[in-house]
Structure formats: structure tokens, C-alpha cells
């Protein structure tokens, strides 16, 4: 950088801006005790404003000759810089390190369409948009958390049983349950430790007990009441006159502390915390139970959805094939998501995602989001509510977010 000339600019917006001799921007930071200077093809150098000190970054490789166009903060101890034909990198604060994140290359993080890149933008939600020269606007979203991946290993007793995950559970003490082809692998974070059990039993679906238990349905032998270390308490059956069938796909429990169990050939059983057999209800072929805020319960079918008042011993069928025969909307539920102001979101078997009101018995949207331009099949099989009133959407292949869908 020797023989060139720098003039420096204090904005209160974009912080300090350096022009060389041309009059063109090239780098700019907000830091007040730091000026991180991006060149043409000099690379990435740093001026302390207080020592009054110029020196050049670490780990700079051979794309830090092209010009640097962009440099942008992401967190407190992380940068993003923009190089024209090396791609993203990121670089700390504190290290003056950096690190290759996302370019045209497959070994990177990130994968981008193009390497020209020319501006670098944060939003409030720590994604990051990328503007290239070749390559378009992207967004990259980077995880919060570290991500782990967790597969059957063969001959491995520390590994997951199987590799089919029907369900997972997380117990008082902090241990992951996960729900198998294979029967049941328990994963102890702290120690790195598994341990397996009901080897040989597909586990389809959990429920929490008390004191770290877990319910456990399987498909074909029942339920099980497992303790916080897996040992098996109590086994519930057809055989043992408790049950209605062995095939179990939803089980949950009530602010009673009743178990309510429901199969695909057998009707709904009510159970206490014990496993004695309190009441049947003539509900079959169920996919999915649900307690709601006023201590009822909801059980989605290939028929509609129930919702069962055992204080008062009454239940009402909604949404059925009777009521959806003129509507462009399925009967199979397989999900449900009840809302504060009377209306459920339903999860459908071939019919995408609908909405209706219980109190006005009317559908507000049939086949609100069209699967077909998502995946093969519109099976909906799970919804969840986040915080800020998000909903996502697992069909058979993808994943659906909110702006993939209706705004009603």
C-alpha cells in the first residue's frame, strides 16, 4: 500500500469510509478503534486507530489478490467479508483469522451460485444476503446451534439402534429417547453414552410419565411404561384385556395424568397412570391425540377429528367426510393445531393443510397450500407453532415455512 493515498470519511450511518486516490469506495467498518481497509488486490489489512499501526490479516490465501468489495459485521465477534471471484469469508474479531465460508466450491459450508460477490447484508435475523456479479442474490441462513448427526452404526452398540426415527422424546433428566424400527435407543449427551432397549419392537410413538417415565406404542406389541433408565414398569396389551389393539399410533396424557392410547384397528382406550383400563370410546383408525387448554381432548381420524369431554362423558365428530363431501378438503386428519379464537389447523392425508372453525362448524380454507408444487404426495404429517406465530409444515419430501403459504 506504499505511495497511495487515504482519506478517511466519519458517516454516522455507515461509520468510516475510505477513498484511495480515484475517489472510490473500496472498505468500511464501524468499529471506532479499528479500521478494517479492503484493497484492490492488496488484500485485507487493519489500522489501529489507537497504536496507529497498519497490519494485514492472517490466513489470507491466494483470493485475497482479487479485489475485496464488501465487509460487513455478523456478530460481535464475527466479520463477513465479500471478495470478487473468492466468494464469503468470515473472520474474527478478536483471532484476525480467516476462514472460507460459502463460495461456488462444494467443500464449503454454504454453497453459492456465483463467486463475483459485491455486497454482504445482515438482517435482524442473522441471515445473510449475498450479492454477486454472476450468481444473483442469495441468502445464506446459518444455524444457531451446532448441528450433530446422529446414525446406526453396524456392529456398533454406541450408535442409534436404526436408522427409521418414528418419534423422540426428551425426559426429565435431559436424556433423548428416540422411537425406532429397532426398538428404543436412549442417548445420554453428558456421558456420549446409548443405551438400547425393546431391541426387535418398532416404536412408533412416546409419551411422558411421571418421575422420567415414558410410554411407549408400538406397532404390533403394545404399550409400554418404560422408567427413566428404560427399564421396563408395565405392559399393556390386547392379550392382557387392557387394550383394543396392539397397534399403537398415538398415545397422550391428560391433566389428570390419565393415558389416552389410540390404534388404527382397535377403539380409543382411556387408561389411568397405573394402566388399568377406565373407558373405551367407540374412536377408531386414530393418527393423532391432542389435549386442549380446557381439559378436553382431540383425536384426529380418517374421519374428521373428535373432541371427548370425559367430565361430562360426551364427544362430537368435526370435519368429517359427511360435512367435507362438496368441499375441496380431505376427512383423513393425520395433525391438528387448535388457535386461541376457535379455528384448528388440520394436517390431511392427500388434501394439503386445512383451516376451520369448531365454533361456526365451517371451513375457512380448503387445501390452503398446494403440495403438488412441493412434493410428490400432500400428506401433511406435522405442524408446529413457533413463538412468533410461524408455522411450518412437513409434507412427505418438504418442508413448507409461512411464506409459502396463504395469508388469510
Known amino acids: 500500500m506504499a505511495g497511495r493515498r487515504l482519506r478517511l470519511i466519519y458517516d454516522d450511518t455507515l461509520g468510516i469510509l475510505a477513498f484511495d486516490n480515484t475517489g ?79 463460495s461456488t466450491d462444494d467443500s464449503t459450508d454454504i454453497y453459492l451460485r456465483g463467486n463475483g460477490i459485491y455486497a454482504l447484508k445482515t438482517d435482524v435475523q442473522g441471515n445473510i444476503w449475498i450479492g454477486s456479479y454472476s450468481g444473483g442474490v442469495s441468502v445464506a441462513i446459518l444455524p444457531d446451534y451446532q448441528t450433530q448427526i446422529l446414525k ?25 429417547w428416540f422411537a425406532t424400527d429397532d426398538g428404543i435407543s436412549i442417548y445420554n449427551s453428558k456421558q456420549n453414552e446409548w443405551t438400547h432397549r425393546l431391541k426387535g419392537s418398532v416404536v ?18 403394545g404399550v409400554f411404561l418404560l422408567n427413566a433408565d428404560g427399564k421396563e414398569i408395565r405392559h399393556l396389551s390386547q392379550e392382557a384385556n387392557i387394550l383394543t389393539t396392539n397397534y399403537v399410533f398415538s398415545i397422550t396424557r391428560d391433566k389428570d395424568g390419565d393415558i389416552w392410547v389410540g390404534g388404527h384397528n382397535g377403539p380409543l382406550v382411556l387408561v389411568d397412570k397405573n394402566g388399568r383400563r377406565k373407558k373405551t370410546y367407540d374412536i377408531k383408525w386414530v393418527h393423532s391425540i391432542e389435549t386442549l387448554a380446557n381439559g378436553t381432548v382431540s383425536v384426529a381420524t380418517v374421519n374428521g377429528f373428535y373432541i371427548i369431554d370425559k367430565v361430562n362423558d360426551t364427544l362430537k365428530n368435526y370435519a368429517s367426510f359427511t ?86
Open 152 to 176: 446406526h452404526e453396524k456392529g456398533n452398540s454406541q450408535s442409534i439402534a436404526n436408522n427409521n426415527i418414528n418419534a423422540i422424546a426428551e425426559n426429565s433428566d435431559g436424556r433423548l
Open 24 to 102: 472510490r469506495i473500496f472498505s468500511y467498518s464501524a468499529e471506532h478503534d479499528e479500521f478494517w481497509i479492503g484493497t484492490f488486490n492488496e488484500g485485507l489489512w487493519i489500522w489501529d486507530l489507537h497504536k496507529t499501526a497498519l497490519y494485514p490479516i492472517k490466513g489470507q490465501d491466494a483470493n485475497f489478490s482479487n479485489p475485496i468489495r464488501a465487509i460487513c459485521r455478523y456478530d460481535n465477534e464475527t466479520f463477513l467479508l465479500g471478495v470478487d471471484g473468492g466468494g464469503v469469508y468470515s473472520i474474527g474479531k478478536d483471532s484476525k483469522e480467516a476462514r472460507l465460508l460459502m
Open 323 to 408: 360435512e367435507f363431501y362438496h368441499k375441496n378438503a380431505s376427512a383423513y386428519i393425520v395433525s391438528m393445531l387448535f388457535n386461541d379464537d376457535g379455528t384448528v389447523w388440520l394436517g390431511t392425508e392427500g388434501g394439503g393443510l386445512n383451516l376451520t372453525n369448531i365454533n361456526l362448524n365451517k371451513v375457512l380454507a380448503e387445501e390452503l397450500i398446494d403440495f403438488q408444487s412441493y412434493c410428490d404426495k400432500k400428506q401433511v404429517q406435522l405442524k408446529l407453532e413457533l413463538p412468533a406465530e410461524d408455522i411450518f409444515i412437513r409434507a412427505d419430501k418438504h418442508i413448507a415455512g409461512q411464506s409459502d403459504i396463504q395469508r388469510l
Open 204 to 221: 412408533v410413538t412416546f409419551c411422558n410419565g411421571e418421575n422420567g417415565s415414558i410410554w411407549a406404542g408400538t406397532y404390533g406389541n
